[in-house]
């Protein structure tokens, strides 16, 4: 009997598999690419960056962008890539595109380089509705304070003709944001930093607001700035604190620095580190106020140090440094009990450099409380604590070599002095009266 040849069958399913390989590759993608289009809220200027955001697992073949308006096409941007990555970035702007504000569409047409359509690979098309607005927000300053000392604090109310991104106070350059209220209108305390005289400040202070399509507006703020006159204290460094300090705090500082080094490191480079944190901290405030009446402060309590107090310290008779003490220095009996000085939320409860063990409770609108030296913390981040409610202890943890509470207020993430917040005839005259008055 005459065996029956194999190859046929052989070469049949070979066919066969080659075909599926190919209609594989030709048909595995027959989707284009997802594309993201940022901004979101379809509102840019001609100077705005547009970005997408493109992605496709056969990679990005090219991408034309074009406005259509009243059926016409315009291209303003096309690009063809060799290299076909599965994610591709793409920024262009309407600055030379020459278009008239109003609404118009944004066309996107990004391909992949799939083997699909012989080779053409696949082609999704995106339409955007967007408008163009060349036109800066207009705002309309409705409450100004009275006055504003060094070192103080302020609040300003205010409206805009159109939704902003942002907006708040420059104090030369440094940004302070306001808050959006039910009403439409917004709200911004402010702060005098301590290292500005009147005059420094009145010329650097500004009211800016941005809206949705990123145009800009700023004007000049005009206030009544008043100077507040600080302290200041000449303090001979000993050796036997010097070496008090390394033995506390030598973690604070990079090995092998001598007691007069590791001094000097921990009151500079470490007390800058942790005015940067404490600015980190104050981004995290609710929008609305939290608090009312005046802030409490350590009953029965006598001061030992003042906001402001400008310390210069001396080695062997030579200056060797300076600091400014930012806060309230508040002694009782050891391990008295500390209340919170108005109602708000914790934000932040820790160990930081120089503050040792730290509360900051927010108040909202970026006003906030911070008490510093703490022997121990009861309360925890996130938790909503009532005016005198205990929050921990006093003690000598940081750079502090007595029993005493750092009371600290921050405004704007600056701190500035706490007297004001005490006082219930200042906050009705500057804040809550004045508010009041405008409407809100």
């Given at each position: 009997m005459r065996k029956k040849s194999i190859f046929p069958t052989f070469l049949m399913f070979f066919i066969v598999a080659l075909l599926g390989a190919g209609g594989y590759a030709f048909f595995k993608d027959l989707d284009g690419p997802l594309v993201e289009v940022a901004p979101k809220n379809g509102r840019v200027s001609a100077n705005t960056d547009i970005t997408l955001q493109m992605q496709d697992p056969s990679g990005i073949r090219s991408v034309t962008v074009?406005?259509?308006?009243?059926?016409?096409?315009?291209?303003?941007?096309?690009?063809?890539?060799?290299?076909?990555?599965?994610?591709?970035?793409?920024?262009?702007?309407?600055?030379?595109?020459?278009?008239?504000?109003?609404?118009?569409?944004?066309?996107?047409?990004?391909?992949?380089?799939?083997?699909?359509?012989?080779?053409?690979?696949?082609?999704?098309?995106?339409?955007?509705?967007?408008?163009?607005?060349?036109?800066?927000?207009?705002?309309?300053?409705?409450?100004?304070?009275?006055?504003?000392?060094?070192?103080?604090?302020?609040?300003?109310?205010?409206?805009?003709?159109?939704?902003?991104r942002s907006s708040g106070v420059l104090i030369a350059g440094y940004f302070v944001p306001g808050y959006l209220q039910k009403d439409g209108s917004h709200i911004c305390f402010f702060p005098f930093p301590y290292s500005m005289t009147a005059s420094q400040f009145k010329n650097a202070l500004e009211i800016t607001a941005t809206d949705l399509a990123g145009n800009v507006s700023k004007s000049r703020l005009s206030v009544s700035a008043l100077?507040?006159?600080?302290?200041?204290?000449?303090?001979?460094?000993?050796?036997?604190?010097?070496?008090?300090?390394?033995?506390k705090l030598h973690n604070l500082a990079p090995q092998?620095?001598?007691?007069?080094?590791?001094?000097?490191?921990?009151?500079?480079?470490?007390?800058?580190?942790?005015?940067?944190q404490l600015f980190e901290i104050s981004k995290d405030t609710a929008s609305a106020m939290l608090w009312s009446g005046t802030f409490a402060r350590l009953p029965r309590s006598a001061s030992r140090a003042g906001y402001g107090d400008h310390r210069f310290f001396y080695y062997q008779d030579k200056l060797v440094g300076e600091a400014y003490h930012l806060g309230f220095d508040l002694a009782?009996?050891?391990?008295?009990?500390?209340?919170?000085?108005?109602?708000?939320?914790?934000?932040?409860?820790?160990?930081?450099?120089?503050?040792?063990?730290l509360v900051v409770i927010d108040h909202g609108l970026g006003l906030m409380s911070l008490y510093s030296h703490l022997n121990d913390i009861i309360v925890k981040s996130g938790e909503l604590v009532s005016k005198g409610q205990t929050i921990g202890h006093t003690g000598t943890t940081g750079l502090a070599f007595g029993d005493h509470l750092h009371l600290g207020i921050l405004v704007g993430g600056m701190e500035v002095t706490p007297l004001e917040w005490i006082d219930a005839k200042w906050i009705r005259d500057n804040i809550t009266g004045r508010l009041k008055a405008s409407g809100f």
């Open positions: 074009g406005i259509r308006r009243n059926n016409v096409l315009s291209v303003i941007y096309s690009k063809h890539y060799d290299e076909h990555l599965p994610q591709r970035e793409a920024a262009f702007s309407l600055k030379d595109s020459k278009l008239r504000e109003g609404a118009f569409d944004l066309e996107i047409r990004a391909t992949d380089a799939s083997l699909a359509g012989f080779g053409q690979g696949n082609t999704r098309t995106v339409q955007i509705p967007m408008r163009l607005d060349s036109q800066p927000p207009r705002i309309s300053v409705k409450t100004l304070p009275p006055n504003i000392r060094r070192g103080g604090a302020a609040v300003i109310r205010y409206v805009a003709d159109e939704e902003l100077e507040r006159n600080f302290t200041s204290d000449k303090i001979t460094l000993t050796d036997k604190f010097l070496l008090s300090v390394q033995q092998g620095l001598d007691p007069l080094s590791c001094y000097l490191y921990i009151n500079k480079d470490v007390r800058a580190a942790n005015v940067r009782s009996v050891r391990h008295a009990p500390i209340p919170a000085a108005n109602s708000g939320r914790v934000v932040f409860t820790g160990e930081v450099g120089i503050y040792g063990n």
